[in-house]
């Protein structure tokens, strides 16, 4: 007998928008099995806790986020091996390596691309190291052929924004549908007592750009709050004045407190969408970020060359990826009053409710023109 539905993600090693993505997915399917390279419970969400994981040889490393990805030619290949020719319908959940998948040919395949595989489609921005892309160059452009062939096979792309699809038609040659990935609403709160702090919350990576974060609080010499971890984590620290707190990773209860407490946001690197940014705003909090990406589409800002709206303002945004420019936001930010509801009103339209319908329209839609029977899918309505 044929089973029905299927979820192909990366890597579940980490607490990233994707992985919350992904999360979502498991709690609108919640009895398909959830094919990964590895899965370590200690560093991701507890949803997963009760999902039918299945990982790859890799899980035996899968010590941390590092270790994984390290493993990334590994992991490519032993996506190609999961059996998933049982399945009706197959959604990945794909920033590097869920793409390799084959599953059955008449099966509905679903790939929902966060963003075509960074280090492979820009790793001068990935990789800063000249001398390590240069030497690496010859293998990033057969991983580049190889990820371009296996986006060929996705039958249908969901992706988190216009500026994504955009990137994915450059780089795949494919349409990319926008679905943009979900906020839980009802989870944050807009307090009414602010304390004395802005906020970040990031994986520690380079392409974060936290650094620039981290030297203009030192200059600005604000409390600055920093939630997450990463393989930049110590050098991270060793930049930071006395006034820059470490939080690492924290719960979901203390997440919400803070991001409702927190005087504003700060999103220092180009995202491909952003989902912390969103949190943020359902809080009621403004958001001060660099101006590209996805935020352009996500956050309302008061810069009126960029993007106005006389009626609504979430945020600010600073021009240049550079500490000064982002002192000049939070300055600017300091006298500019925002109205926390109004904020958290602009955000209802990336509520969890509204994807959960949208991804099951989608899949009744695309099922249709594939005279596939899905109507077992409306026991998830």
């Known amino acids: ?105 008449d099966a509905l395949y679903i790939c929902y691309c966060y963003a075509p595989f960074r280090l492979l489609w820009n790793s001068e921005h990935y990789l800063k190291n000249k001398f390590l892309r240069k030497i690496m160059k010859k293998n990033l452009e057969k991983l580049r052929r190889h990820d371009f062939e296996s986006a060929q096979r996705v039958k249908y792309f969901l992706t988190s924004c216009e500026n994504t699809a955009k990137k994915i038609k450059d780089c795949y040659n494919r349409d990319a549908q926008v679905l943009y990935p979900p906020i839980d609403i009802k989870r944050f709160i807009v307090s009414n007592r602010l304390d004395n702090y802005f906020l970040t919350v990031s994986r520690m990576v380079p392409y974060k750009r936290l650094d620039i974060a981290i030297q203009a609080f030192n200059e600005l010499g604000l409390p600055f709050k920093i939630v997450g971890d990463g393989p930049q984590r110590k050098t991270l620290q060793r930049l930071a004045r006395k006034n820059i707190q470490f939080l690492g990773n924290v719960s979901d209860t203390e997440i919400v407190g803070l991001y409702s407490r927190a005087i504003a946001f700060i999103n220092t690197a180009e995202e491909d969408y952003g989902i912390v940014s969103l949190e943020a705003q359902a809080s009621g909090r403004p958001v001060i970020a660099y101006g590209a990406g996805g935020v352009l589409e996500t956050v309302v800002p008061i810069n009126k060359n960029l993007r106005g709206d006389n009626n609504i303002h ?24 925002f109205d926390s509801n109004a904020i958290r009103e602009h955000v209802a339209k990336f509520d969890i409710t509204i994807f959960k319908r949208k991804m099951i329209d989608f899949i009744r839609e695309k099922a249709a023109l594939q005279n596939l029977d899905v109507s077992w899918i409306e026991e998830y309505v």
């Open 1 to 105: 007998m044929r089973k029905r539905i299927a979820i192909v993600h990366d890597a579940l090693v980490n607490m990233g928008g994707a992985e919350r993505v992904v999360g979502i997915l498991h709690e609108l399917f919640p009895d398909a099995p959830l094919f990964t390279s590895a899965y370590n419970p200690k560093n991701t969400y507890s949803v997963f806790r009760d999902a039918d994981t299945r990982t790859t040889l890799v899980q035996k490393f899968a010590v941390n986020e590092i270790a994984v990805k390290l493993m990334m030619p590994i992991c490519i290949n032993e996506m190609k091996k999961f059996k998933l020719n049982e399945y009706d319908v197959v959604i990945s959940s794909a920033a590097w390596c869920a793409k390799n998948i084959f599953p059955r040919e």
């Open 314 to 337: 979430t945020g600010i945004f600073f021009l240049e990826q550079n500490k000064d420019s982002l002192i000049e936001a939070v300055i600017k930010f300091k006298t500019t009053d």
